[in-house]
């Protein structure tokens, strides 16, 4: 079974310019989560995604980040313009529904490592 | 609000030796609890995670965790330590009941083993 896949694996940008990340959950997923880490700090939440639908974008930082998930499948997220500090490592995850009340984990894709030079 | 706090950033043991991580939670009711690896440019694996019952859980590749209410805490441990042990390691948190999925994690601990 293929795992969360993220493309790319590195971004390279300068300030002011655009870029879109791409996840592909596990098949069947309908949970999708994004999350950033900034060099040295903690994981933090962005966006969760149930199929189609934003459940919660609350840790989204400001209106430069748009995330979409197209037909409940895979998930884009777009940064534009990008700014110095949008650089980090952008994770994605996904998890299945709960089953009885009790949490299946999520699982996680390598990671985008973007740097805004 | 829930937190994480994981208060070493980096720890050293020598190989053969019992390895400890650190992490302590907040949360409101009870926890639901999760370790994190991450092996260099590899993204997190699950590791084990505490839902219910047993307060000792057990892991993937030999790792273990305690979970101590009245101390707030859920510190990773293994009996002997590999050198291949050596990642980034995640402690998370998240609420019980209701609402989404969306754990809470720690900056992270380094762990390296020395052989």
């Known amino acids: ?85 949008d650089s980090g490592v952008y994770f994605c995850a996904s998890s299945q529904e709960r089953e009885g009340g009790i949490d299946t984990e999520a699982f996680f894709g390598q990671g985008t490592r973007l740097t805004v030079v | 609000a829930q937190s994480v706090a994981q208060p070493e950033d980096q720890v050293n043991v020598a190989e053969g030796n019992p390895l400890t991580v650190k992490c302590t939670y907040s949360v409101s009711g009870n926890p639901y609890l999760f370790w994190y690896v991450q092996y260099p440019n590899r993204g997190l694996q699950f590791l084990l995670k505490y839902i219910t019952g047993d307060n000792l859980v057990k892991g993937s590749y030999g790792f273990e965790a305690e979970f101590n209410k009245s101390q707030t805490s859920f510190h990773l441990k293994k009996p002997s330590a590999l050198v291949s042990d050596s990642a980034l390691y995640f402690c998370a948190v998240r609420g019980p009941s209701g609402g989404s999925y969306i754990p809470t994690f720690g900056r992270g601990t380094s762990l390296i083993v020395h052989p």
């Open chain 1, 1 to 85: 079974e293929a795992g969360v896949t993220q493309f790319p694996s590195h971004s390279v940008i300068e300030k002011g310019q655009t870029v879109t990340l791409r996840c592909d959950p596990i098949s069947g997923h309908d949970n999708l989560y994004w999350y950033r880490r900034v060099m040295g700090k903690e994981i933090k939440f962005l966006l969760h995604f149930v199929k189609e639908s934003k459940q919660d974008e609350s840790g989204m930082p400001n209106n430069r980040f748009l995330a979409e998930r197209t037909g409940g499948t895979y998930s884009t997220l777009k940064v534009q313009p990008a700014e110095l500090e």
